[in-house]
């Protein structure tokens, strides 16, 4: 018969097999006899231990202690043992090894762990061993499975880097260069680059001789690629500057790389940004605008406004809040931001200037203002005043515009001198003739300097109209001037004595003449009209005088009136005439 060797029998060395016959006699009584035999077992067991625990990366050595052992009653000649996953060294004895029953061989087997060891997760190995027995039949024996874990540290490095160093325009674009490496120890998979600010473009795989191919889905990045651990893959991407980007002096902008290791569960990421500064040139500019239509392009009266159109606009690359426009001498009215047609009006009014707002780049803010004109500004002859705008900046440094407008005057400097008196008759030299004589600035602009002469009469004192307090005593001819603004008058006082001239004549003839200084230092003056003459006739004033004629006749006698008589004596006898006559 024949019999399936068990590993129990070759773990026991050796076999014992009994065999039993059994027959019937004549008188069919059983008859039994037994025999039994003990057969020697050839046997060879292996087994199999790592020497290390674990390993991390590809090229660690994953060693294993190999033994053979003659698990059998016989000797094994020619035992050799092999691992078709792992080099075996190192053994002892050495190989091909004769080994009695009981006696064994401990060899060293070396694997080196490869990529997929580590994506695996771990190593699996088993070893053989095999030899002849005295039979010359081959006795073989395998190990269990041993096993060295493979530590897995999956990781992704992503960088990007900017073409451009600056942007300073909205649509200006940003180029980048996104470069996603495996920077662990296993496969990921599924690689994807997504840029939720940035548009992704084709990626490439730089171990691969060409590119992966177009991105799908747009900024979502590529579809899936897979990286060994030191492969990499670059990206294109794309930004378009947006306002925002500019105000804030900015734009940082992050890719993130997503993948999956193998025999993992959970995605591995990474992120990679890059920063690129805007170059922020805040600007305003304002202009100002006269919006009067003036005879011959000037003001000639106090009773005049000028008014003006304040244009503020942002023409640089950045918001710039709270802007406002001021001018010390004029009144800020209503303003208008990018006005058109139907645009509302904003802002307050208000000497100040108006509520502050916000101007994009483009953007304008016109504001009305206004400036009564003064007598300084017709006496300087122009009225300049200069606008300035405010604001501040998202960033950088801001220079304050200026706009200024020069207008100028209608200067009519004139003066109109009157002469009075309410003397008459008076019929004796000696006697004092009194004249009132009233200057008036009837011009638009102020007189400096003005006196009053009159070469045939003595000046007194003057006093001011407006206001009443006299300018005191002139002693003569002026020789200290007085102010006089449009309207206003002084009154001064003159006498003349009549002479025996005046009195012949029959009548006095006088005219003061009014003297002053324009604001460019140029003369005014006027001759004296008499009370009742048109304006302009430049009549003398005159006044009549009482003529008397008279004559006296004396004759006279002498006495012994003698030639040779020296003691004579002469009398007067008659009587006196007289007449009068008058031419009037």
Not at 211 to 226: H, Q, V
Not at 303 to 332: E, K
Not at 558 to 575: H, I, L, T, Y
Request: net charge negative; hydrophobic share 30%; aromatic share 2%.
């Amino acid at each position: 018969g024949t019999y399936s060797v068990l590993a129990t029998d070759i773990a026991a060395g050796s076999i014992l097999n009994t065999a039993t016959a059994t027959a019937k006699d004549p008188s069919s009584n059983t008859i039994t006899n037994t025999g039994s035999t003990t057969v020697q077992v050839a046997g060879l067991s292996v087994t199999k231990t790592p020497k290390v625990a674990s390993v991390s990366a590809v090229g660690d050595d994953a060693t294993f202690t190999v033994t053979a052992a003659n698990s059998g009653t016989v000797t094994l000649t020619n035992v050799t043992l092999s691992d078709a996953n792992a080099t075996i060294t190192g053994c002892t004895p050495s190989t091909p090894a004769t080994l009695a029953a009981g006696e064994s061989v401990v060899c060293t087997a070396t694997h080196v762990t490869t990529q997929a060891d580590l994506n695996a997760g771990h190593i699996d190995n088993t070893a053989s061993a095999s030899g002849k027995d005295p039979n010359n039949a081959t006795i073989s024996g395998t190990s269990s499975t041993a096993t060295v874990l493979a530590t897995q540290s999956p990781s992704l490095k992503t960088t990007k880097t900017a073409t451009e160093s600056s942007y300073s325009a909205v649509g200006d674009t940003i180029h980048y260069t996104i470069s996603v490496t495996n920077s662990g120890n296993v496969t990921v998979n599924g690689i994807t680059v997504s840029g939720p600010q940035a548009t992704v473009g084709t990626c490439t795989k730089d171990a691969a001789s060409g590119p992966i191919g177009p991105i799908s889905g747009g900024a979502t990045g590529p579809a899936g690629i897979d990286l060994a651990p030191g492969e990499s893959l670059t990206c294109a991407a794309t930004y378009s500057v947006t306002q925002a980007d500019l105000d804030g002096g900015s734009f940082k902008n992050t890719a993130t790389a997503s993948g999956t290791p193998t025999q993992g569960t959970s995605p591995v990421t990474a992120d990679g940004s890059a920063t690129v500064n805007a170059t922020q040139l805040p600007a305003l500019s304002l202009t100002k605008v006269l919006t009067d239509t003036l005879t011959n392009s000037k003001f000639d009266s106090t009773s005049q406004t000028l008014h003006y159109d304040l244009t503020l606009t942002n023409t640089g690359n950045v918001t710039i809040s709270d802007v406002s426009i001021t001018d010390p001498t004029a009144t800020i009215g209503t303003c208008v931001k990018n006005p058109t047609p139907s645009a509302p009006e904003f802002g307050a009014t208000g000497a100040t200037g108006p509520a502050p707002i916000d101007l994009a780049p483009g953007d304008t803010l016109v504001c009305a203002a206004s400036h009564a004109v003064t007598l300084a500004d017709l006496n300087a002859g122009s009225y300049t005043n200069t606008a300035t705008g405010h604001g501040t900046p998202a960033g950088g440094s801001l220079t304050e515009p200026t706009a200024s407008k020069t207008v100028y005057a209608d200067q009519k400097p004139s003066l109109t001198i009157a002469k009075t008196t309410t003397a008459t008759g008076y019929s004796t030299a000696g006697r004092t003739l009194t004249y009132s004589i009233k200057v008036t600035n009837n011009g638009n602009v102020t007189i400096t300097s003005t006196t009053v002469t009159d070469s045939t009469a003595t000046m007194g004192s003057c006093t001011k109209d407006v206001p009443t307090a006299p300018v005191g005593p002139l002693g003569g001819p002026l020789s200290v001037g007085i102010i006089l603004a449009p309207g206003e008058s002084m009154t001064c006082s003159a006498t003349h004595i009549v002479t025996q001239a005046d009195l012949d004549a029959g009548h006095v003839e006088n005219q003061a003449v009014g003297s002053a200084t324009d604001p460019n230092g140029e003369p005014v003056s006027d001759v004296s009209n008499d009370t009742g003459a048109a304006e302009g006739q430049h009549q003398k004033t005159d006044t009549s005088l009482t003529q008397h004629a008279s004559f006296t006749i004396v004759k006279t006698v002498r006495s012994d009136a003698q030639p040779d008589n020296p003691r004579s004596e002469e009398r007067r006898v008659g009587k006196e005439c007289r007449s009068r006559w008058s031419p009037y």
